[in-house]
């Protein structure tokens, strides 16, 4: 099993992306400690993990508070003996399909400021424990708009961007301490929009500005895409499973372009 008996801590782990990763990560092996600020998604995610003959703690912790952040971590390194893999898989919701002029400040800086604190935080968190012991995976998650050009996305390209960028910088700076960073970069997931994932609430608004179902819109991004499709859920677990593990020990410092060729590097 690919993780067999490493624990990691899934930041957003009640969430469409954070739960499947969860759930790919528990029948590799690993012991997987949900983090989230919704207890009963979390809890659902634990019983499927369960159900399946899984491993799975929970607690309630919102990822932008530090204070909270660090004793998780510190906890569930002193019960466990170890930090093995950590996923910041937390979504935040924000404004996209404004266009720069009618756009504010506030509206720009909450994706930004929201997912480099975030970051920040589960990666200084996990990265001192996992530095004790020479080894660790800390894994993010970023989008196309970080590459992309465009209207009406300029928050979350910027956002993205930086988790990207930040990803990197990490990487040069913990791999002397035997730690892998790695940021996971999707396009749109049509079963996380299904299931309601801040995703939704995005898409929403800009598919009803050019008169479509967020189906017909995300039919356009499938078709714009190089192979035709958009990835899924499962897909991006098993990739995410993978690059957790130590068949990806080479790896550091790079992006999992998951975009269907949306963006080819």
Request: proline share 3%; aromatic share 2%; net charge neutral.
């Amino acid at each position: 099993m690919l993780l067999h008996d490493k624990h990691a801590i899934i930041y957003g782990g009640g969430g469409a992306i954070g739960g499947a990763i969860a759930r790919a990560f528990a029948r590799a092996g690993a012991h997987v400690h949900l983090a989230g600020r919704t207890r009963a998604r979390l809890d659902a995610v634990a019983r499927d993990l369960a159900a399946a003959g899984g491993r799975a703690d929970v607690a309630e912790v919102d990822a932008l508070d530090e204070r909270a952040v660090d004793a998780h971590a510190d906890a569930v390194a002193a019960a466990a003996g170890r930090i093995d893999v950590a996923v910041n898989a937390v979504g935040l919701r924000h404004v996209q399909g404004t266009p720069l002029a009618a756009l504010s400040l506030a509206e720009l800086m909450q994706p930004v400021d929201g997912y480099v604190r975030s970051n920040f935080i589960t990666a200084r968190a996990v990265a001192r424990h996992m530095a004790r012991r020479g080894a660790g995976v800390i894994l993010t998650l970023s989008t196309p708009g970080a590459r992309l050009t465009g209207t009406g996305f300029l928050g979350n390209g910027v956002a993205s961007a930086a988790v990207e960028a930040m990803s990197r910088i990490l990487a040069g700076e913990l791999g002397g301490s035997g730690i892998r960073v790695i940021c996971v970069r999707p396009h749109a997931i049509p079963e996380a929009v299904a299931a309601g994932s801040h995703a939704r609430d995005v898409f929403g608004p800009i598919a009803e500005r050019n008169g479509l179902t967020i189906d017909e819109m995300l039919a356009g991004h499938a078709g714009a895409t190089l192979l035709g499709r958009l990835p899924t859920l499962g897909q991006v677990a098993d990739v995410a499973t993978f690059l957790a593990s130590d068949g990806a020990a080479a790896m550091t410092g790079t992006v999992a372009n998951l975009t269907a060729g949306t963006l080819v590097d």
